[in-house]
């Protein structure tokens, strides 16, 4: 990976053979896990200056209509946290000489309180082809991190690096986007949806019939913006999107006995070999009939947008005996297809490394660009689940990407539940794959088994025999990390919002050495410990797991109030618990080593003052909410097992304790509700 410098340049045709198309993603970290950043592309005409304001594109405009640009969201990453964003290149309209990479912060925020700023480039493979760190982010809340140019038709990238003290506003302004203070800036801010404003006329605002966008969106509302007086908004409608109710309206059932007819029925499926080959066949038949939703999930492989047609139980040759993947994703641009092979398991059953090194060796022959391995199992970054080998001789190169049923099912629930579709029939197709796969006898369940050796080493804490350096720790620190991955997508899907694991460790770490510090930790203290960060929440959420007690303890601490005083500040937060479980543990957190007074909430609510420190001047900083719950013992995915005391112990917190807390909307729910006025 080729290492760049402020204000150096690449071609990228001669870094690969494959840059049709390029997954730019930008990383940070935050010391505290709590930093975050909004990604944004400008798309700049020959004068570098936006076209119009719809070259624009940000989180609630995070997909052009022509497939040029799309935001692909966060993933956790090795340290800290990786938002996406794809390009194709050839989609780019020729009157397009430059896109910019920015991102900004919020609410006073700055850069310089975050580490490891940095941009790499892919090629359509996944291959990484370059590399910038951005040294001297300083007070900045905006940042150009890179661009992509249009040289004599060869596509170039450049390490920029400029930032902005004033924020997303004056890097907007610099390249044309037209910013009305009274009227579109504050539009936006207006909406706690985020939701884009559209067209003043109360037509279409986008020659796709889509809503016009706001000149500069704001991710975060200003203390100064809110206090400003209110400019009169001009009567506005939106685009509506299909989003579908939580609560189903009452059953015309005549008998409980009766169950409704499904799309996708289950009942029928006796064997693994039946719940392949019908997952299969309804996921890649939905993705081909809802573009929304078939888009989201290819994207992130590579795929251009375009049309999209889907196989499933296709033959093809392969020496004597032929192969039969379990199905075909082709898309058309431009006269060009992009294809992947897909190799699907269900119910837990695990890929075997010898198809799909035949899947991977027929699609370097024919030319295809991808397979996509399906299962129940989770990636780990640095720990691939197959291990394939690639003939270096080949010049076509094949990119392997492994989706997750769970990841599946994230995207269709934040369709459905949060951001919306086209229409009414697509929402009803991503409804009844959702009920199919979370039914029982699909086998698409997520992750659901802890592995093998989770019981010896579980026993091994029981009776102090475990030694430091047994590998069946990491196995277990692995999974831990699986499950804490799933836990963060269904939490996502409910919230509609990013809940991503914080990763901590030293700078520029392999995930395997941290893995491997993890698994010595297991062996000294007993206990697994994951970090998990919610969009909107007021902190980081702990989930610890301790071994040798048997119980699950999931925390957050919140920071003390900057103005007011202690007995204030206590009083009011026993009072926005008053709906919290009495076992809730509160702890007062203090400056020093000095251990802070705690106690239940049954007996805090009558005397909030206990919460005080007794010891004078000690400075209270923040308070720690934690919960604990038995955990399951077995190493599976039922009622008893390990896996579903985790879920449901987060899930518990977060419904009974969270909710009181959080009181900011989701960001990114653009055009979930309509907005008809006037």
Known sequence: MREMVKGANATLPELSDHVASVIVSLRWASPSGEGDADVSVLLLGPDGRVRGDTDFYFYNHPVAADGSVQLLGKISAERGDEDRIGFDLTAVPDDVHRMLVTASRYEGASFGELEDLTL???????????????????????LIFGELYRRDGTWK?????????????????????????????????????????????GGAGTPDGGAALPAVPSPRRSEEVARAPRATARPRTAKRKITLPRAAGPSLAGHDSWREARLFPVSALKSDRDRETRATSVLLSV??????????????FGAPAGRMETFAEVSLPHGDTPRRPDGVVRVERAGKLWTALVETKTNGNALKAEQVQAYMDIAARRGYEAVITLSNDVALEGTPLVDVK??????????LWHLSWAEV????????????????????????????LQHENSGCHGFQNMGPAWVPVRNGIDDETLCQGDPRTLEVVESWERLIRQVSLGLGGELGRKVLPVQRGR???????????????????GRLQAELRIDGAPGVLSVAADLRTGKLRVATDLPAPEQGYPLTWVKRLVRR?????????????????????????????PEPADLLPRTAGARITGFRLSLFKGMGSGRGSAETGFIRSVDQAVQHFLGTVLVHLDHTPARRTAGREAVASG
């Not at 705690?598 to 007996?603: A, C, D, S």
Request: glycine share 10%; net charge negative.
């Open 120 to 142: 790499t480039l892919s090629d359509a493979t996944g291959e990484g082809l370059l590399r910038f760190a951005v040294e001297d982010a300083a007070s900045v809340s905006a």
């Open 157 to 201: 990238f450049r390490a920029v690096g400029q930032g902005y003290a004033d924020g997303l506003a004056a890097l907007a302004k610099d390249f044309g986007v037209d910013i009305d203070d009274d009227v579109a800036l504050e539009s936006v801010l207006d909406d706690p949806s985020g939701a884009p404003v559209p067209a003043a006329d």
């Open 287 to 300: 993705m081909a009939q809802v573009p929304e939703f078939g888009r989201r999930l290819m994207a992130a």
């Open 390 to 399: 690639v003939d270096g001789r080949r010049k076509h190169k094949v990119a």
């Open 409 to 436: 099912a994230y995207q269709a629930q934040v369709l459905i539940r949060h951001e919306g579709v086209g229409n009414a029939a697509h929402a009803w197709l991503l409804q009844e794959l959702l009920h199919y």
């Open 507 to 525: 700078r520029g770490g392999d995930p395997r050495e941290r893995r491997q510090a993890q698994a010595d930790r297991l062996c000294l203290e």
């Open 577 to 605: 618990l008053a709906e919290a479980p009495a076992d809730l543990h509160v702890e007062t957190l203090v400056d020093g080593d000095t251990a802070g007074p705690r106690g239940t909430l049954e007996r805090l609510r």
